[in-house]
């Protein structure tokens, strides 16, 4: 009983004892059996709460929610329906996937109920029919999907699932709030083969990015020794640059190959360049020399 029930039972009772003592037993048992008429016909459902009340085995109505009277003995209260959103924990054990892959997946439903009639009368126990049609959706969904996009791609399945459960509850009238899977389980030994399968995938990703990288830098050597080629003066700037860099460490013992040494004297390189072109332009032009040399 409600408070304000249990206070007025209880009012009817003290009232009855004492005038059943100081005035007649008679005329207390009146104030008894008010209080037992009071105790079955005033009731009173919370915010949240719909009373589903039959009259002689027919519908009488929804009450709810506050205060309201029914009949004793001729009405019936045969359903107290809670409209909160509620939570259901489901999962699907060794359930196998499109690509034959054994999983375990645990899942979590919110629902709640929008028409208090049918989830009375419609069906007789919801809260287990809910259950039931959980887990037997979340069975289809995992033989219609491939592992890969099981594992990857939460939100879709989350969708998929609500529709599926909520076009099943709605003839009871549950509505379905959403669905989350919470936990995808996989057997070790495929846990195993994928971790190794996503190690070599990231390899081939580092060998294929390094590759790109030392064509890049081949790309920009050969650009610089063409500068270089056509500017002797700046492969000497370049050669004293490191020989900079080289001996800024101190109590460092540097060993130079005298080919540096003599890079860096602008004289002698000249000279072998003029040398070097004229050997070029005489294997070119074999008679154009001869009477060069005839003179």
Do not use: C
């Not at 996937?97 to 009639?117: G, Q």
């Not at 899977?181 to 990703?205: F, H």
Request: aromatic share 6%.
């Amino acid at each position: 009983m409600n408070p304000i029930t249990t206070f007025l039972v209880f009012i009817s009772i003290a009232a009855g004892l004492a005038v059943g003592y100081l005035v007649s037993p008679l005329l207390g048992l009146v104030f008894f059996f008010a209080a037992g008429v009071i105790a079955m016909s005033l009731k009173m459902a919370n915010a949240w709460e719909k009373f589903v009340v039959l009259r002689l085995g027919k519908l009488q109505g929804v009450k709810g929610a506050g205060m309201f009277v029914i009949i004793p003995v001729i009405d019936n209260v045969i359903a107290v329906i809670d409209e909160r959103i509620q939570t259901t924990a489901f999962n699907a054990e060794q359930a196998l996937t499109r690509d034959t892959v054994p999983v375990n997946v645990d899942a979590i439903i919110f629902w709640h109920v929008h028409d208090a009639e049918k989830a009375a009368l419609a069906i007789t126990n919801y809260r287990e029919a809910i259950d039931r049609v959980a887990q037997t959706s979340l069975r289809e969904m995992i033989g219609a999907s491939m592992l890969a996009a099981l594992l990857s791609d939460r939100r879709e399945a989350d969708q998929k699932l609500k529709f599926e459960i909520g076009q099943k509850t709605a003839p009871w009238g549950i509505s379905v709030s959403s669905v989350e899977i919470r936990d995808v389980a996989i057997p070790v030994a495929l846990q195993d083969a994928m971790s190794r399968q996503a190690q070599a995938e990231r390899e081939k990703q580092a060998r294929m990015i390094l590759g790109s990288a030392e064509a890049a830098i081949a790309g920009q050597f050969v650009e610089a020794a063409n500068i270089y080629a056509g500017h002797p003066v700046a492969l000497q700037l370049r050669a004293m640059n490191i020989i900079y860099e080289t001996t800024k460490e101190r109590g460092a013992t540097i060993l130079m190959p005298s080919s540096m040494v003599d890079s860096l004297n602008p004289s002698a390189a000249t000279l072998a360049l003029a040398l070097a072109a004229g050997a070029a332009k005489e294997q070119g032009k074999p008679d154009a020399a001869a009477p060069r040399s005839a003179a």
